[in-house]
């Protein structure tokens, strides 16, 4: 497999015990360290808000296009288990959380909220994954990005019925129930699917699809190659983000951090059987135990602000970014690949 | 000589970056002629919002308008967002030099 990821298909790697710290040690999680460290002793570095746009829309549409330019050599009705496996269970994980953070005395609105930025998923988390996995010299399906594209809404959609739900007997102030609720859904629906991570992403499947290797070569210069070293900027962004969040743990108690570190740990088995019963490969079971273990920190804030507004925003951000993103990127996703290579290949 | 200036009213409305979309809709749906968004930081009830990202954003709009319009919206952003969002409103005496634009 090439740095660019040209292979596909079953492959096996080196499952030595070397390459866990191997893969731990990859250069772009260095830079999240240290964005995180310059938040902790109260650094004055920040990014500018344009640029940590301009990289966000950078990598969104890198990805894409990555993984449209392989969907352009296969068959497209060969996928749709894959979409209809991935579909399924982001839909799947707020409703399987939702009784769990009730009887961990979340209210109904947190318990909903948190439940959706874990069924939602993570675009950076799944771009470290992959990093990991080239580093480590595992191969996994190109076209994982449409999974990525896929699990974006599901898990919002099931978080605010579960809300709604929840909110029976309640006072209806909230915009998904009452008689504003049909336009609050078609709402909801629009700005998921129009937001900017499914546009940008599906929009760069198309691109590199319809494109293909030869289309996309001229671009290639700007979008594939420097890849890796605007997601080392974004992670260092992200550590300034994180490590603000880190700070607000205190204030909502140990519940939070446990809810952080063991849901990723048990969603990331359910991502593996997902990935065993699709007879994915090896990189492709990690990447879906990670990419069910990932907690959105961009879509899903801004979704369940203006659908679920009585959940607190800064407890299911402080989860998502302040501890499961973290967790995720230094020890999740080694153990994630560590498992993949026992039980797959 | 002097200027002719008319009295009007500045309402500064300081909320969620999500509630932008639905805060324009608002304030010309209740009679405001037009409005002015900007990105804005800072800290007090809702915590610190340092807008480094998406869901962290922050906004101030304003709204030059007539005092009853003005008032209305108030109500409506106080009545409607400040149960379960951050949202700061307040209101100015302004002077403008025409009139028919608020």
């Known amino acids: 497999m090439t740095e660019n990821g040209q292979s596909v298909g079953r492959g096996r790697q080196r499952p030595t015990s070397a390459s866990i710290l191997f893969i731990m040690i990859d250069v772009v999680i260095f830079f999240f360290l240290l964005g995180l460290f310059a938040r902790l002793v109260g650094s004055d570095l920040r990014l500018p808000e344009a640029l940590y746009e301009t990289l966000s829309i950078y990598l969104l549409l890198a990805i894409g296009i990555k993984g449209g330019i392989e969907l352009s050599q296969q068959p497209l009705l060969a996928l749709v288990p894959e979409v209809a496996g991935v579909l399924v269970l982001s839909f799947l994980i707020p409703i399987v959380l939702y009784p769990v953070l009730r009887m961990l005395r979340f209210n109904w609105a947190d318990s909903a909220s948190i439940g959706a930025h874990f069924g939602s998923v993570s675009v950076v988390t799944f771009a470290v994954v992959t990093a990991a996995l080239i580093r480590a010299d595992i191969t996994y399906e190109q076209h994982a990005p449409l999974w990525v594209a896929v699990m974006e809404a599901p898990g919002l959609i099931a978080g605010v019925m579960l809300a709604r739900l929840g909110s029976q007997g309640q006072q209806p102030t909230d915009t998904m129930s009452g008689s504003s609720g049909g336009s609050a859904w078609g709402s909801l629906l629009h700005d998921v699917v129009f937001g900017k991570s499914v546009l940008l992403l599906l929009g760069g499947i198309v691109i590199g699809a319809v494109a293909g290797v030869d289309g996309t070569a001229p671009i290639k210069a700007l979008f594939i190659d420097p890849f890796k070293g605007v997601l080392a900027l974004f992670l260092l962004e992200l550590g300034l983000v994180a490590g603000a969040r880190l700070a607000e743990v205190k204030r909502f108690g140990w519940q939070v951090v446990v809810i952080g570190v063991v849901v990723p740990l048990l969603l990331a088995l359910l991502g593996t059987l997902l990935g065993l019963l699709l007879d994915l490969s090896v990189g492709g079971v990690a990447i879906m135990a990670t990419l069910a273990a990932s907690a959105s920190y961009i879509a899903a804030p801004t979704a369940m602000r203006i659908a679920v507004p009585q959940a607190n925003a800064g407890l299911s951000i402080t989860i998502s970014l302040g501890i499961v993103f973290p967790f995720n990127v230094v020890i999740g996703i080694p153990i994630y690949i560590w498992l993949a290579q026992r039980v797959a290949g | ?102």
């Not at chain 2, 002097?2 to 409305?13: H, M, P, Q, T």
């Not at chain 2, 304030?27 to 930081?41: E, F, P, S």
């Not at chain 2, 030059?64 to 106080?78: N, S």
């Open chain 2, 1 to 102: 000589m002097r200027l002719e200036k008319y009295a009007r009213s500045l309402l500064v409305i300081i909320a969620e970056g999500t509630l932008e979309r639905r805060l324009v809709q608002d304030v010309q749906r209740l009679g405001a002629h037009g409005y002015t968004v900007t990105d804005v930081r800072g800290g007090g009830h809702s915590g610190v919002r340092e807008g480094a990202w998406e869901a962290d954003r922050t906004i101030r709009m304003e709204v030059v308008c007539d005092e009853g319009v003005a008032d209305q919206i108030g109500e409506y952003v106080l009545n409607q967002y400040a149960k379960n969002y951050g949202v700061t409103i307040f209101f100015a005496p302004v002077q403008v030099l025409r009139p028919n634009k608020f």
